[in-house]
């Protein structure tokens, strides 16, 4: 049972305009959300996260939007560089319970 | 400071071997995890440890095992490998155990392959 969810595997998008990863999660316990991002060759590196009891969290070019009631986050990114081509997972956790990862997905960003 | 390192770092084995991965967390980190990375799966959790002990376990079957020494330096262990265990297999270490309000350091992961 894939409890979060990322529906897109691949997502290419020109530089210098939005990137918008999304994700979904079916478990309301989860009150704790993540974004990584991974290279090839290396372990995932944490980008972001955010509270249940936020609805946004922005630092930098990056901001995470949280819908609770639709179990939905985002990931945008602005403007979009080279330097951000990677695979994108989310994350969610709860309590002191592990944390539970999407599939992910691939951003390729078109010089 | 020094990362997250995993050895090794790529290991090539036949069906019916066991296998031992070795991960040492950053100096002061007392929890590590560990996750398996498939294509088109993500990163599925197989266990994790704080202070020597286990305190979660995902749903792999018992040929997958862990420990944790006293220096927090953790292993895993798979037994009777199969085909379907070829993948990367990353170890992650954190200040306390649990995944909320608590950042997990990756390494750069083992990829193993059996034959």
């Known amino acids: 049972d894939q409890q979060v969810k990322q529906n897109s595997p691949s997502l290419s998008v020109q530089e210098g305009r939005i990137s918008i990863l999304n994700c979904d999660y079916t478990?309301?316990?989860?009150?704790?959300f993540l974004w990584y991002k991974k290279y090839p060759a290396e372990g995932p590196t944490f980008l972001i996260s955010i509270s249940s009891i936020k609805d946004k969290n922005e630092d930098g070019r990056f901001t995470v939007f949280l819908n609770k009631s639709a179990k939905h986050l985002s990931l945008h990114i602005v403007p979009s560089q080279p330097g951000d081509s990677a695979v994108y997972f989310c994350?969610?956790?709860?309590?002191?319970?592990?944390?539970?990862f999407g599939t992910g997905t691939r951003l390729t960003i078109i010089p | 400071k020094a990362g997250v390192t995993q050895t090794p770092r790529y290991l090539i084995k036949t069906r019916g071997q066991q296998v031992t991965l070795s991960c040492s967390p950053i100096?002061?980190?007392?929890?590590v995890s560990w996750y398996q990375q498939t294509p088109g799966q993500g990163l599925q959790f197989l266990f994790e440890?704080?202070?020597?002990?286990?305190?979660n376990k995902g749903n792999f079957p018992g040929r997958f095992s862990g420990r944790q020494f006293s220096n927090s330096r953790s292993e895993m262990n798979v037994s009777t490998l199969e085909l379907g265990d070829s993948a990367l297999y990353l170890c992650?270490?954190?200040?306390?155990?649990?995944?909320?309000?608590?950042?997990?350091?990756f390494g750069p992961g083992t990829r193993l392959t059996v034959l």
């Open positions: 992650a270490s954190s200040l306390v155990a649990g995944g909320s309000y608590n950042e997990q350091f």
């Open positions: 100096s002061g980190h007392r929890s």
């Open positions: 994350a969610a956790s709860f309590g002191n319970e592990k944390l539970t």
């Open positions: 478990n309301s316990m989860f009150d704790y």
């Open positions: 440890y704080f202070s020597e002990t286990q305190r």
